[in-house]
């Protein structure tokens, strides 16, 4: 250890590592010292690479290298001093806070990525924390830094980083990943700082905001051809459903694109895609989803699910509540009966089946519209797999009913499940 410093407690590490805190005896500013344990050849490699892509970027949101020595053990380098990291301090409260650390963490990522360095362990265990204004990401020890001048030491067919943030390609050849890799795990610290939740703790991307769910699910595609190309390419696209949110703009430009669809004989692919984003932005607003869908040509209908069937998935959903939470006049349940058996015969999904079937059921026999009984009993014929059958069950126990209107021959065809609930619900009338 140089004398200006003198080492003290240790403070973290693990694997080849170890962290101690440690005093600059000049201004008694602390640090934090990182030093390698671990001495083998391949894990001198990679401290190596790590000090050296440390210290070739210069980021307010990159740890900063303030000394190291590499030429021989021990190997150590020292940093400024952290409280902890994200993993162990949980995620900043509020909606604000969470954008502005992670457009940190992104920002940081893509000064990386431009200064030729791809990190590949990105994760909350791996941003370390001071402040909602101080944060760094550090633990570059499995970096590829893209240098002519610099040895690679990745082989074809290495395998590394961490289950649940690093990309798929990076356990089948680490050697191959780029700057998409990086992006997938970003998608996943957005999960986490919307959640609190790693993956394997059951973080769903479906209880995000509909704006962040949209950016998480194309940044964590399988195909690294389907996520965002760039950082600065899912910053600005999260930016502007941001900005769709805030401004409370998404339900008028969605309702807005339903109108240019009644009257367009042929909708634009970009209109279709844009309606799909708008619908997960509007996934809170259940009154928007309903008044879209109930008027939506089965053409775009179909399309939309080719593009997007979790943004359909979201609408069916949406409207399902709404129309179960008040009362409607006869015509306009026909048109709820009309909408769910659009949904249910245009996709062939089962879980749209299943809540199609289920919503039309319960406004018919809510409001004694027997025109609407008779699209319900179609639906409820469709619901032939478990999967459509248990969707339906779930929506039907959710409202407290049962489709006590169906004969005792209809009901001997439905499926198991439902049988059971309408067994255990009600007597079935002849």
Same mark, same amino acid.
């Given at each position: ?21 440690? &005093? ?19 894990? &001198? ?50 909606k604000e806070n ?11 990522? /893509? ?32 970096? $590829? ?8 030491? !990745? ?49 769903? &991307? ?5 704006h962040a769910a ?5 940044? !964590?595609?399988?195909?690294?051809? $389907? ?21 409370h703009g998404a ?22 895609? $844009? ?22 040509? %089965? ?33 306009? !349940? ?12 245009? !996709? ?29 009993? /179609? ?28 004969? &005792? ?17 009600? %007597?079935?009338?002849?």
């Amino acid at each position: 250890m140089p004398e200006d410093f003198q080492i003290g407690d240790r403070i973290g590490g693990g694997g080849f590592g170890e962290v101690h805190e440690c &005093v600059r005896l000049s201004d008694g500013i602390i640090f934090a010292r990182k030093t390698l344990v671990d001495n083998s050849e391949e894990t &001198v490699r990679s401290f190596t690479s790590e000090v050296k892509a440390l210290s070739r970027l210069n980021h307010p949101h990159i740890v900063q290298v303030i000394h190291q020595s590499l030429s021989g053990a021990p190997y150590f380098y020292v940093m400024p001093r952290y409280k902890g990291s994200m993993a162990e301090f949980g995620v900043p409260s509020g909606k604000e806070n969470i954008a502005k650390v992670f457009r940190g963490i992104c920002e940081a990522i /893509d000064y990386a990525h431009r200064s030729g360095v791809i990190h590949r362990d990105l994760k909350p265990h791996n941003v370390l924390v001071n402040s909602i204004d101080d944060f760094v990401v550090s633990d570059f020890g499995f970096c $590829r830094i893209d240098d002519p001048n610099i040895t690679r030491y !990745t082989r074809t067919g290495d395998q590394m980083g961490t289950q649940g943030y690093s990309a798929p390609e990076q356990f089948i050849d680490a050697k191959k990943c780029d700057a998409r890799s990086d992006i997938f795990a970003l998608g996943r610290i957005l999960l986490f700082l919307h959640t609190g939740l790693n993956v394997h703790q059951g973080a769903d &991307v479906n209880t995000v905001p509909g704006h962040a769910a949209l950016v998480i699910t194309r940044a !964590t595609q399988t195909d690294p051809t $389907r996520r965002y190309q760039t950082v600065s390419e899912m910053t600005q696209h999260l930016k502007h459903l941001e900005t769709i949110a805030i401004e409370h703009g998404a339900p008028g430009q969605l309702l807005e694109l339903l109108e240019i669809f009644k009257v367009s004989g042929n909708a634009q692919v970009q209109d279709i895609k $844009r309606t799909a984003e708008l619908i997960r932005v509007c996934r809170d607003n259940s009154d928007t989803l309903h008044d879209f869908m109930i008027d939506l040509r %089965e053409d775009v209908f179909h399309r939309l699910y080719a593009i997007d069937p979790d943004a359909i998935r979201i609408l069916v959903t949406g409207f399902s509540e709404h129309s179960l939470s008040r009362g409607w006049s006869f015509g306009y !349940t026909d048109k709820i009966g009309s909408a769910c058996h659009r949904a249910a015969v245009t !996709t062939l999904d089962e879980n749209i089946t299943g809540i199609a079937a289920a919503t039309a059921a319960i406004v018919a026999q809510s409001h004694n519209r027997f025109a609407v009984m008779d699209i319900a009993r /179609d639906l409820l014929g469709r619901c032939r797999t478990n999967r459509s059958a248990l969707a339906a069950v779930s929506v039907f126990n959710k409202w407290g009913c049962t489709p006590d209107f169906l004969s &005792v021959t209809e009901f001997e065809r439905l499926h198991p499940a439902l049988m059971t609930l309408v067994h255990q619900g009600s %007597e079935v009338q002849g």
